[in-house]
């Protein structure tokens, strides 16, 4: 019993936890807002490197939202590892990728009881159109390929610690839209948000999953020039 109510508690600190680092990132993405640069330093980012327009490596943070087949588990925070794309000079569109990890203290239909928690996660590659414009807002729309997956972790409490152990489901391969748009600010720094939809049907415990979802995400980031590395230049 003692176990169950600890979980519980977890599990309630948990989804209390994504709320507040949600709310605290929204307030930082709009308070960096009023600093976009100028146009003199939206040249500075893109010139001189041979082979690439430009680049956006990004952080993304945010929540994803899955199937009712998820159940409790369907909402889910979104931690990114990277998101990033590459425009070829000469090219008109962008070669983007993205790597990004959800969680939730639920766990979805025909998961294993034993379960603490569970998690989906995609890897994304296709192509990015950016219109790139000096000091304003930057939309883009994109495409491609998703590796989408899913897991659940069980807990195993031994006398002075606990052990992790992922349960990793099959993987599958499916089609990805994306919207967002990047903000520059000073230094060659961007804020942006993303808005991104996966699908792909997987299997857990003979039961059909829809492994895909819809993905809303802050970005944080910078602008890369390819010759010199990040723009060392403030103002």
């Known amino acids: 019993?003692?176990?169950?109510?600890?979980?519980?508690?977890?599990?309630?600190?948990?989804?209390?936890?994504?709320?507040?680092?949600a709310i605290a990132t929204g307030i930082a993405f709009f308070c960096m807002l009023p600093t976009a640069q100028s146009e003199s330093e939206y040249a500075e980012q893109v010139k001189g490197s041979p082979f690439w327009q430009a680049h956006h490596v990004s952080y993304p943070f945010g929540y994803r939202r899955l199937s009712s087949q998820w159940g409790d588990a369907r909402n889910q925070l979104v931690f990114g590892f990277v998101d990033l794309d590459a425009q070829p000079r000469s090219w008109p569109v962008s070669f983007v990728t993205r790597l990004a990890f959800g969680y939730s203290g639920a766990l979805p239909i025909g998961a294993d009881p034993r379960a603490s928690f569970s998690g989906s996660w995609d890897i994304d590659v296709g192509l990015r159109r950016v219109w790139s414009r000096p000091g304003t807002l930057q939309?883009?729309?994109?495409?491609?390929?998703?590796?989408?997956?899913?897991?659940t972790t069980i807990q195993i409490r031994t006398k002075y610690s606990a052990v992790y152990v992922q349960n990793w489901h099959p993987t599958t391969?499916?089609?990805?839209?994306?919207?967002?748009?990047?903000?520059?600010i000073r230094g060659n720094w961007h804020t942006g948000i993303l808005i991104s939809y996966t699908k792909g049907e997987g299997n857990l415990n003979n039961h059909g999953l829809e492994m895909g979802g819809i993905q809303a995400a802050v970005l944080i980031g910078k602008t890369w020039d390819a010759k010199r590395g990040p723009s060392s230049t403030g103002h």
């Open 1 to 21: 019993m003692k176990y169950k109510d600890d979980l519980f508690r977890a599990k309630q600190d948990s989804c209390g936890h994504w709320k507040q680092l």
């Open 139 to 151: 939309p883009f729309v994109g495409g491609g390929l998703a590796l989408v997956g899913a897991s």
């Open 173 to 184: 391969v499916g089609p990805f839209v994306e919207a967002g748009c990047y903000f520059p």
